[in-house]
């Protein structure tokens, strides 16, 4: 059994757009509900949601049969969880509030074994590895990891350019609430120095030549930082899009009962 590539990875390293979800209803049947949608991506979010291991690991079988490639963001930056999501078959994550080229020096080393300069503990038979059936896993695995580090505070800002450079990291994922919280916006991420602050990090990101990732709630913002040259661009929520199709069924009916007559 052959390492299957990372065509989310590749794609994001040859400049291609890729949309994708996120996702925070914690299930395998939502998740995969969504993946049939043909994402790119999705990203099961563990900083502000239920997930745990269990509900992570069935939505990735869940959503394995489809094209999207799954993503996770885990609550915190700690080597033994990446190593049990790594384990578990995560290729792709998205660490949250990175501000030092130094932090993310060791998150990369925590994805490498010791062979390619890392720290990541063996385990001869895991899910990662299909249970010890695939041929040069231990040698190749990292080929295929997509790493996002993400930029939400200032000193994520000043700093974006050096985090950026780190070899191994494939691009940052820039926050634009919690950093239009640090800047004294909270809600407002469309506040002109919090767009100022996103356009200066993209340049950044795009100056290492690396994927530059963003997330946006609202539609005319994902189609402003495709323009821009945001490649990775979350264009809504599984949260999202129940609350806003189950309000919209409901006032629609709210409105048919009260022109009754």
Known sequence: MQIKPN????????????????????????????????????????????????????????????HAEPLVRLYKFDKDLVKLYLDMGVRGFVFANVESADTAREIVASTRYPAQGGFRGVAGQQRGNRWGRMQGYAQHAHEELCLMLQVESLPGVEH??????????????????????????????????????????LDAIIACRKAPGILAVLEEDAKRYIEWGYTMVG??????????????????????????G
Not at 16 to 38: K, P
Not at 241 to 252: E, G, N, P, T
């Open 235 to 260: 264009i809504g929520s599984d949260q999202g899009l129940l609350i806003k199709a189950s309000d919209s069924l409901v006032q629609r009916f709210r409105e048919h009962l009260s022109t009754r």
């Open 160 to 201: 974006a350019r050096e985090i950026a450079s780190v070899e191994g990291v494939d691009g940052i994922f820039v926050g634009p609430n919690d950093l239009a919280a640090c800047m004294g916006h909270m809600g407002h991420s469309n506040h002109p120095v919090v767009q100022k602050a996103i356009r200066e990090v």
């Open 7 to 66: 065509q989310f990875k590749q794609s994001l390293a040859q400049g291609q757009v890729q949309i994708g979800l996120w996702s925070s209803l914690s299930n395998n049947y939502s998740a995969e509900i969504v993946a049939g949608s043909g994402y790119d991506w999705i990203l099961l979010d563990m900083e502000h949601s239920p997930n745990d291991l269990k509900s992570v690991l069935s939505q990735l079988q869940a959503i394995a049969p489809y």
